[in-house]
């Protein structure tokens, strides 16, 4: 069962961080975070290098804080502009990643202590450390994510456990392709195979932007999705178009590369520009005219997609809404609201689908769907049940 994807490019790192619901985080009491802030620049105000100073300590305060205070607190720091809101911050997510691992041992629970937020930094940091005690990546894998843990937790989390593998695998494979698809290969369950699929993919496009990417061609803007056995193209070009929108400079040139693939592949590309239409970071690279706010600019976006296919953004731009707002669904009924009515129900039904992911199984979620009109309330329900 394909699960709704990812997109939270390396690019679009600090904008997602400071604008993305984070509700594990907002659990904590701020006092938490506003010590802990407190603390580190009261102690490295006196340092000649504030920064470095600041995110040393940053890593140093996991142990006592855990990870969730610990990121939260480096979020505010961009915040407030103390820490740069221009410099990438993926590697010291890294970092607090392997400093969870160190402090709370290699477990399901430790693991998913981790927030998500800085592209899931954390939880790859946190691989890359139990590759060090358990070298077989399979092992190493299978240890974190446990199903005898994750059964009672959200539908979603043995995918997106995996996906987290799969960005780890591929940074300790140092980004060899084939060599970390291939281990992905060996597990025995759909969903942790694919999940893994598409953490090894999407970390492949983040690695571009530093070099260690593989497989790109400058003849070629679907590579390495094109040269892939079929089996993994879903998966690869669901998370593409980080890569392909900055390399064929617009949305129609973007699509119509889509349209050369084939199939699924044809579809998963086409949805993953989709999941960018709902991102305030990549929104932009896709518009020719601002219409004011991030659900009409998404709207125009879908509306400019070749005929019959506008679905494909549709249901993408419902799925970063998601990503993002997670069991908050008000973005999203807004949206769907005003898509056109051939496409209504099953955006709305998309909602109630995308919730139902974000439940354990035995939670009912209809809330989710009370303020959907009317006439669509029950496909938003029917999402949640199916």
Not at 31 to 53: F, G, H, K, N, Y
Not at 95 to 102: H, L, M, N, P, S
Not at 176 to 195: K, Y
Not at 339 to 356: I, K, L, P, W, Y
């Amino acid at each position: 069962m394909r699960q709704k994807p990812i997109l939270l490019i390396l690019s679009m790192l600090i904008l997602s961080a400071c604008t993305a619901v984070k509700e594990d985080a907002q659990e904590k009491p701020r006092v938490e975070t506003e010590v802990l802030i407190s603390e580190m620049v009261r102690r490295c105000s006196a340092d000649a290098e504030l920064v470095p100073c600041i995110e040393r300590s940053l890593v140093e305060s996991v142990a006592t804080a855990g990870p969730e205070v610990t990121i939260q607190a480096l979020t505010t720091l961009i915040e407030q502009e103390i820490l740069p809101r221009s410099k990438d911050y993926h590697d010291l997510v890294n970092r607090i990643g392997r400093a969870t691992a160190k402090t709370e041992g290699i477990t399901s629970e430790a693991f998913f202590r981790c927030p998500v937020d800085f592209n899931y930094g954390c939880q790859h940091g946190f691989f890359e450390a139990a590759l060090t005690e358990v070298p077989d990546p399979r092992q190493a894998a299978l240890r974190i994510c446990d199903e005898e843990f994750l059964h009672t937790r959200p539908r979603k989390s043995l995918f997106y456990c995996f996906h987290g593998v799969g960005h780890g695998l591929l940074m300790a494979r140092a980004y060899h392709l084939t060599d970390a698809l291939s281990i992905c290969d060996q597990f025995d369950r759909s969903d942790a195979t694919e999940g893994c699929w598409q953490g090894v993919f999407m970390e492949n496009v983040n690695g571009t932007m530093e070099g260690a990417g593989q497989g790109f061609r400058e003849d070629d803007l679907l590579a390495p999705c094109s040269t892939l056995s079929e089996k993994y193209q879903w998966e690869c070009y669901i998370n593409h178009a980080g890569y392909l929108v900055p390399n064929a400079g617009s949305l129609e040139r973007a699509a119509a590369e889509c349209l050369r693939e084939e199939g699924d592949g044809t579809l998963s590309c086409l949805q993953s520009i989709g999941l960018m239409a709902t991102n305030p970071a990549w929104q932009k690279s896709l518009i020719t005219e601002d219409r004011g706010s991030l659900i009409a600019n998404a709207l125009s976006i879908c509306e400019g997609f070749p005929e019959g296919y506008e679905w494909q953004c549709i249901k993408g731009a419902i799925d970063n809404l998601a990503n993002f707002d997670r069991k908050n669904t008000a973005r999203s009924l807004e949206f769907c609201a005003q898509v056109s009515e051939e496409h209504r129900a099953n955006c709305f039904f998309q909602v109630g689908r995308d919730v139902r992911n974000e439940l354990p199984p035995e939670a009912d979620g209809s809330a989710a769907c009370a303020s959907a009109p009317e006439a669509y309330r029950d496909s938003c329900l029917k999402g949640l049940r199916v």
